[in-house]
């Protein structure tokens, strides 16, 4: 199982990027998808979870600004990131976590938003 990230880059504070994940490979079905990130210095902290079930859940720090969603048939999970703030920059790494109950990371992508 292989995690591939994408849309990451560097912004004005005050603009937006669309961060992506596609799971490749072989897989039972895929229970939660989330985005984490880990600033420099710092440990890696949690910034939007879906369980699939119809529940998603935010850092109190992203909330009305990132929106988490996902495309189950393209085995897909986005972050939308609006109104990004200097404090925002990490790398952002998406998880998945499968039926069977393994978890699954990606490689990681930088967003650095410039004050």
């Known amino acids: 199982v292989q995690l591939v990230e994408s849309g990451g880059g560097v912004v004005q504070a005050g603009g937006s990027l669309r961060l992506a994940c596609v799971v490749c490979?072989?897989?039972?079905?895929?229970?939660?998808m989330g985005w984490y990130r880990q600033a420099p210095g710092k440990q890696r902290e949690l910034v939007a979870t879906?369980?699939?079930?119809?529940?998603?859940n935010y850092a109190d720090s992203v909330k009305g600004r990132f929106t988490i969603s996902r495309d189950n048939a393209k085995n897909t999970v986005y972050l939308q990131m609006n109104s990004l703030k200097p404090e925002d920059t990490a790398v952002y790494y998406c998880?998945?976590?499968?039926?069977?109950?393994?978890?699954?990371w990606g490689q990681g992508t930088q967003v650095t938003v410039s004050s």
């Open positions: 490979g072989r897989f039972s079905s895929i229970n939660g």
């Open positions: 998880r998945v976590i499968t039926r069977q109950g393994y978890s699954y």
């Open positions: 879906d369980n699939g079930a119809g529940s998603t």
